[in-house]
């Protein structure tokens, strides 16, 4: 059964850093992964989406990036904003799942000004 | 264009009660995702339909019941309420079975006590 990882749980970082957020899956057969920013109390926006014949994708300062041999994807940000504070969560499509996408449990962003 | 919506944003229900969980999209999608959100945890899927008249289960669907009439509706139905089902609920749709970007609406925060 695919699981979906987010490491670390939270992390708290100054204005202006550049950061990665990580994403495990454990079974590579996916269809895509997809990024999402969770404001609190607020739905899920999807920020980028990865199709499996893809290794990256870019949007503005994020950059997503896709790894399915090792089960991995990064999400980069560069030059955090303190309106980038957020839970980033990630999702794939499993190919042996139906309709089913699994997400992790999120990475709580803190960016401090 | 309005995107995904749903009604009610929150909600209190007694054990025992029923409800029924609104969720309209006018993106003409139609793929449709019932999820749910349990503090720390990643969205786990409940029922999904991939045209009117068609649903099928997902990975939690034990309590709970939708029906798809419409493309542009799928609502959920919860009946006999008990404390196990509260959390936050969330619809999605996808732009196409091909892309998959999902899209998410502000979610229903469902307390049942």
């Known amino acids: 059964k695919q699981e979906v990882t987010q490491i670390p749980a939270a992390l708290s970082v100054p204005e202006g850093e550049n950061l990665v957020l990580n994403c495990s899956f454990t079974?590579?057969?996916?269809?895509?992964l997809q990024w999402f920013r969770q404001d609190p109390g607020k739905g899920l926006t999807s920020l980028l989406l990865i199709q499996s014949s893809q290794r990256e994708q870019t949007s503005g300062r994020l950059n997503a990036s896709l790894d399915k041999s090792s089960g991995r994807s990064t999400l980069y940000i560069a030059a955090s904003q303190p309106g980038d504070s957020a839970t980033y969560l990630c999702?794939?499509?499993?190919?042996?799942?139906?309709?089913?996408?699994?997400f992790g449990p999120g990475t709580r962003l803190s960016v401090l000004p | 264009n309005a995107g995904v919506t749903q009604t009610p944003k929150f909600r209190i229900l007694k054990i025992g009660q029923s409800m029924t969980l609104q969720c309209t999209q006018d993106?003409?999608?139609?793929?449709m995702y019932w999820y749910r959100q349990d503090p720390g945890m990643g969205l786990k899927l409940i029922y999904y339909s991939v045209g009117a008249g068609i649903t099928d289960k997902g990975e939690v669907p034990n309590g709970y019941n939708v029906s798809r009439s419409t493309t542009e509706d799928f609502p959920l139905r919860l009946e006999l309420a008990a404390p196990s089902q509260t959390s936050v609920y969330f619809c999605?749709?996808?732009?196409?079975?091909?892309?998959?970007?999902?899209?998410f609406g502000p979610g229903t925060r469902l307390t049942v006590l």
């Open positions: 999702a794939v499509r499993d190919r042996n799942y139906g309709q089913n996408f699994v």
């Open positions: 993106m003409n999608h139609n793929y």
């Open positions: 079974d590579s057969a996916i269809y895509n």
């Open positions: 999605a749709s996808i732009d196409s079975p091909v892309r998959e970007e999902q899209f």
